[in-house]
C-alpha cells in the first residue's frame, strides 16, 4: 500500500491554491479487514484511549485521525439508529 503524503495540510484539508481555497482530501476507502477490525473493536469499546487508537491504527495501516473519525461517525450513527429504536 502507498502511503501518499500531501504537501500542505490544515485541518484535514488540501489547499492547493494561493487564494485559500479549501481542496478536500478524498474520502479514506477502508479495505474489508479494516472495517472487520474497526466494527469488531466498537462492539468491545465506543472510545478508544489515545495508546489503544495508536495501537490500532499501526496495525491497520491507518493514521489515528483516521481512527478517531471512524469512530466518531460510529458512534453518531450508532446513536442515531438507537434513536429511532
Same mark, same amino acid.
Do not use: C
Given at each position: 500500500? &502507498?502511503? &501518499? ?7 484535514? &484539508?488540501? =489547499?492547493?491554491?494561493? #487564494?485559500?481555497?479549501? !481542496? ?10 479494516? !472495517?472487520?477490525?474497526?466494527?469488531? =473493536? ?7 484511549? !489515545?495508546? &489503544? =487508537? ?5 496495525? !491497520? ?6 481512527? #478517531?473519525?471512524?469512530?466518531?461517525? #460510529? =458512534? ?10
Amino acid at each position: 500500500q &502507498e502511503h &501518499e503524503k500531501p504537501l500542505a495540510v490544515a485541518n484535514g &484539508e488540501l =489547499r492547493l491554491n494561493g #487564494k485559500g481555497k479549501k !481542496l478536500r482530501k478524498p474520502r479514506t476507502i477502508y479495505s474489508s479487514l479494516q !472495517l472487520q477490525a474497526l466494527n469488531q =473493536r466498537f462492539q468491545q469499546t465506543q472510545y478508544l484511549a !489515545l495508546p &489503544e =487508537r495508536a495501537e490500532l491504527a499501526a496495525q !491497520l495501516g491507518l493514521t489515528q485521525t483516521q481512527v #478517531k473519525i471512524w469512530f466518531q461517525n #460510529k =458512534r453518531s450513527k450508532y446513536k442515531k439508529i438507537m434513536k429511532q429504536g
